[in-house]
């Protein structure tokens, strides 16, 4: 089986796993220990929540602040517009914020969002008829 673990660096490893719980990851005690916690979304992504000094422990780089600079983003596909909302709300809720407005594509729909510590995800909602006829329309 393929599977991707994105690890991000975290300066409060029990708030971010509030957070990512509140967005829909389960937890993951395999991987977890007591400077990293795992948090699983579906069989193959696994989020890799690291203190700041494990996160760094093989590198001699230094870490951007992700509040003040892009790093990385990623993006969660989900069902329904309902599920895309809901999903936002509880993660502001939990310490997320929401830095831009809703972006309407027509065939998607996407609010982006930000971890407490800064870790843009982009939360979508397809639809994939639309999508597949402004490609044919093309």
């Known amino acids: 089986m393929k599977q991707i673990f994105i690890n991000l660096p975290i300066k409060d490893l029990g708030a ?8 829909g990851f389960s937890e993951h005690a395999l991987f977890t220990g007591e400077n990293q916690k795992c ?4 069989d193959t992504i696994y989020v890799m929540l690291q203190s700041i000094s494990f ?14 600079n892009i790093t990385a983003s990623f993006t969660l596909p989900v069902d329904s517009m309902e599920v895309l909302n809901r999903m936002v709300e509880k993660g502001i809720h939990a310490g997320g914020n929401e830095p831009i407005p809703l972006r309407d594509e027509g065939f998607m729909k996407i609010r982006t969002m930000e971890d407490p510590d800064g870790h843009s995800w982009s939360i979508i909602h397809l639809d994939m008829e639309k999508f597949l006829e402004s490609k044919n329309n093309k």
């Open 39 to 42: 948090m699983k979304w579906g």
């Open 55 to 68: 996160f760094n422990s093989g590198s001699n780089k230094s870490i951007a602040n992700p509040k003040n």
């Open 16 to 23: 971010s796993q509030t957070f990512y719980r509140e967005l």
